[in-house]
T-cell receptor, first 114, second 111 residues
Framework: DVKVTQSSRYLVKRTGEKVFLECVQD?????MFWYRQDPGLGLRLIYF???????EKGDIPEGYSVSREKKERFSLILESASTNQTSMYLC?????????????FGSGTQLSVL | QKEVEQNSGPLSVPEGAIASLNCTYS??????FFWYRQYSGKSPELIMF????GDKEDGRFTAQLNKASQYVSLLIRDSQPSDSATYLC???????????FGRGTSLIVHP
């Protein structure tokens, strides 16, 4: 089975801190994604990556950046955390682009910014 | 902006009944349609995928797609309390096939 591992289940940070969320997948997937999930708003795409060192903005990239130096690892960076970035962050991967390619999700990181 | 609309619910059905979950989408170029199930406190997992008009059945689950009406639905037959979860509809277009998610419908199956 594909495993997508997010480094922290719960994280509490202060406003203005730089925050790193790490995600690792073990199935040699090409594509990786970062979503945030908020009550009533569903999953919203922050950034995604088709391959190593590639990154594309999603629907809500403001305040975030990403890094993909190795194929298996996709990091989400909050340059200066703000309270409105308190959310559940979900990392996902998929084998490649394609009509029937599904996403595999990590277990999520609940981030609280105080 | 591509939009995927779902009724947030909760949809409450008795055990053994058919649960019907609906989803509409705005992008006529959409080609892939997914249903993910998300239990409370857990991450989403894929339960159904469909890309051609008509019905696709997998056990108690049936996905229905009508591209002309831009409508996709999920039927759950013989609903069980273990089906209680939030069901997320996701739609992807050709090229990148980046899925856009709806806000999800909460399903409650009561004994």
């Amino acid at each position: 089975d594909v495993k997508v591992t997010q480094s922290s289940r719960y994280l509490v940070k202060r406003t203005g801190e730089k925050v790193f969320l790490e995600c690792v997948q073990d199935m040699d997937h090409e594509n990786m994604f970062w979503y945030r999930q908020d009550p009533g708003l569903g999953l919203r795409l922050i950034y995604f990556s088709y391959d190593v060192k590639m990154k594309e903005k999603g629907d809500i990239p403001e305040g975030y950046s990403v890094s993909r130096e190795k194929k298996e690892r996709f990091s989400l960076i909050l340059e200066s955390a703000s309270t409105n970035q308190t959310s559940m962050y979900l990392c996902a991967s998929r084998r490649d682009r394609g009509v029937n390619e599904k996403l595999f999700f990590g277990s999520g990181t609940q981030l609280s910014v105080l | 902006q591509k939009e995927v609309e779902q009724n947030s619910g909760p949809l409450s059905v008795p055990e053994g009944a058919i649960a019907s979950l609906n989803c509409t989408y705005s992008d006529r170029g959409s080609q892939s349609f997914f249903w993910y199930r998300q239990y409370s406190g857990k991450s989403p997992e894929l339960i159904m995928f469909i890309y051609s008009n008509g019905d696709k059945e997998d056990g108690r689950f049936t996905a229905q797609l009508n591209k002309a009406s831009q409508y996709v639905s999920l039927l759950i037959r013989d609903s069980q309390p273990s089906d209680s979860a939030t069901y997320l509809c996701a739609v992807a277009s050709g090229g990148s096939y980046i899925p856009t998610f709806g806000r999800g419908t909460s399903l409650i199956v009561h004994p």
